[in-house]
């Protein structure tokens, strides 16, 4: 069993700023990566930014310069520093880990709503 458990959604003026933070538990040997989707009504859900074991880290083009992950490996934790959010950043997002020969496991989301 793996259990994500998202935070730090909300309702944020457009220019302010948002942190998410997705804490992994259960069975999570070998983490491959950690990640964030997001969804906006009436679109498919895409992918904002990952960060993978060894460093890596890759963003939309979307949100490239605006947002930043990071990740607490003691605490199996990912976050996602959200700056300069614009109205088109509203969506649910969505936690993601990859776990080596496993697959993905997703968080349940957390709503984000950039007001204008």
């Known amino acids: 069993q793996v259990q994500l458990v998202e935070s730090g959604g909300g309702l944020v003026q457009a220019g302010g700023s948002l942190r998410l933070s997705c804490a992994a538990s259960?069975?999570?040997?070998?983490?491959?990566?950690m990640g964030w989707y997001r969804q906006a009504p009436g679109k498919q859900r895409e992918f904002v930014a990952q960060?993978?074991?060894?460093?890596?880290?890759n963003y939309s083009d979307s949100v490239k310069g605006r947002f930043t992950i990071s990740r607490d490996n003691a605490k199996n934790t990912v976050y996602l520093q959200m700056n300069s959010l614009k109205p088109e950043d509203t969506a649910v997002y969505y936690c993601?880990?990859?776990?080596?020969?496993?697959?993905?496991?997703w968080g349940q989301g957390t709503q984000v709503t950039v007001s204008s």
């Open positions: 993601c880990i990859t776990i080596t020969k496993r697959g993905n496991y």
């Open positions: 960060i993978i074991n060894g460093g890596r880290i």
């Open positions: 259960g069975s999570i040997f070998s983490i491959n990566a």
